[in-house]
């Protein structure tokens, strides 16, 4: 059996989706004929909000041994950067934290020492020193874990592939951000950092076809496109029985650039016509600039309606999401090829789907294929759907028909699936 380390920051019992692809891969390579060892950070699994994820924890290297594969939990300090969200990030003294941002991207291209991934290296060069491995993955971000891939191939010359579930220095909203002067040289710094950095690296990985085109343009390096999927074992989940109030659910943080404008016309349009819904945001309470940005776009004569919600442990955000009798989905305001993680969990659960509004792209594509989407252009369409579906719920055995079709076209986007293009890939 061939020996695989995976280097992520994320990792179980971390409960954030960053952490649920590379711990699927972890429990399940075994499979296909690779014995992982994975090297990762301590984590607290009671995050409520992104401020727990800064907090130091762990005092010492924690080795946990499986059949099937090893995890290494090293300690967590936070480095300058993350120090400094702890203290500023979030208060009026937010300048000071940016000021600290342009100090760190200086720093690291001499050296991790003054970051949260200070104890990574050391403690790698003692590992590849010990053992043999075939091949070496990095999961991104953080985009500086690749600074360690770099060193460990200049030093040992282990052959490495960069896992980016996203893009760094070409990512749509970073290029949309580069207004000022600052935002353009930081901007400019990472280019250079990815290129050298990642040129070390064999070929890359990432989650949708644009994605891997686009970053392996940049950096002219081959690629392969492994999207994040969903766990089997969504598909075997016990019937839950709906909430008694009609409830449109989005699961997850929102991010800055998707607009929730449109279905909160939605829900007014509906409200007008007595028939409104409860709009819940599952976890969108983890990140408190988004949670305010919620809050302040909700109408006052909406707000009975609208609900936000801190994280929760993943089995009780997967009953919420079963008792749910829609998903909301929306778009990334113009940027394309985003498929959004929740999206394959949504269509593993095998309720309808409302984008709005849609991204006409890689969203739309996935839950036309699977019979689940419906597809909103603007608030009168929203509406209209929103109508439509509170109507389906009175016919239990289309309802069933519809989730009973999709299980047939989703399997491809199974965890396992992606997971044995991958290790063909690897070869």
Not at 99 to 120: E, K, M, P, Q, W
Not at 148 to 164: K, N, T, V
Not at 325 to 351: D, N, Q, R, T
């Amino acid at each position: 059996m061939k020996k695989i380390l995976l280097l992520s920051h994320y990792f179980q019992p971390c409960t954030l989706t960053p952490a649920q692809r590379i711990t699927y891969w972890a429990q399940n390579f075994h499979k296909l004929g690779y014995y992982p060892v994975v090297v990762t950070r301590v984590w607290n699994p009671e995050i409520r909000m992104h401020h727990d994820t800064k907090l130091p924890f762990g005092n010492e290297v924690k080795i946990e041994k499986f059949p099937t594969h090893e995890v290494h939990y090293l300690p967590f300090r936070p480095g300058m950067l993350d120090w400094s969200y702890l203290h500023f990030g979030e208060t009026w003294l937010r300048p000071l934290f940016l000021s600290i941002r342009l100090l760190d991207v200086v720093f690291v291209g001499f050296s991790l020492h003054f970051t949260s991934f200070a104890n990574y290296l050391p403690y790698l060069k003692g590992l590849l020193r010990n053992q043999h491995f075939d091949k070496m993955i990095i999961s991104g971000e953080p985009f500086y874990l690749f600074r360690l891939g770099f060193s460990l191939h200049r030093r040992f010359g282990i052959s490495w592939m960069a896992d980016y579930r996203d893009d760094w220095s070409t990512n749509e909203l970073q290029m949309e951000k580069g207004g000022s002067g600052v935002r353009k040289w930081v901007a400019k710094l990472e280019s250079n950092f990815e290129k050298k950095w990642v040129g070390t690296a064999d070929s890359i990985i990432s989650v949708s076809e644009p994605y891997t085109k686009r970053i392996c343009d940049f950096l002219n390096k081959p690629g392969i496109t492994i999207q994040n999927g969903f766990e089997e074992s969504l598909l075997d989940l016990p019937e839950v029985g709906p909430y008694d109030q009609f409830t449109v659910t989005y699961s997850g943080v929102l991010y800055p650039s998707q607009d929730i404008s449109m279905i909160l016309e939605v829900l007014d349009r509906c409200h007008r016509l007595n028939q409104p819904f409860r709009l819940l945001f599952l976890g969108a309470g983890f990140d408190v600039k988004e949670k305010k940005r919620i809050e302040a776009k909700v109408p006052e004569h909406l707000k009975p309606w609208v609900e936000i919600t801190d994280r929760y442990p993943r089995s009780q955000a997967l009953e919420m999401l079963q008792k749910s009798h829609v998903f909301l989905g929306i778009a990334y305001g113009k940027m394309k090829g985003i498929p959004s993680s929740k999206l394959y969990e949504y269509i593993a659960l095998g309720k309808p789907v409302l984008l709005c509004p849609t991204d006409q792209d890689l969203m739309e594509e996935i839950l036309t294929e699977s019979g689940l989407g419906f597809f909103a252009m603007n608030s009168s369409d929203g509406k209209e759907l929103l109508l439509e579906l509170q109507n389906l719920y009175r016919e239990v055995e289309q309802l069933s028909k519809m989730k009973a079709n999709s299980r047939r076209t989703i399997l491809r986007y199974s965890r396992f699936e992606q997971l044995k293009k991958l290790a063909e890939h690897i070869g």
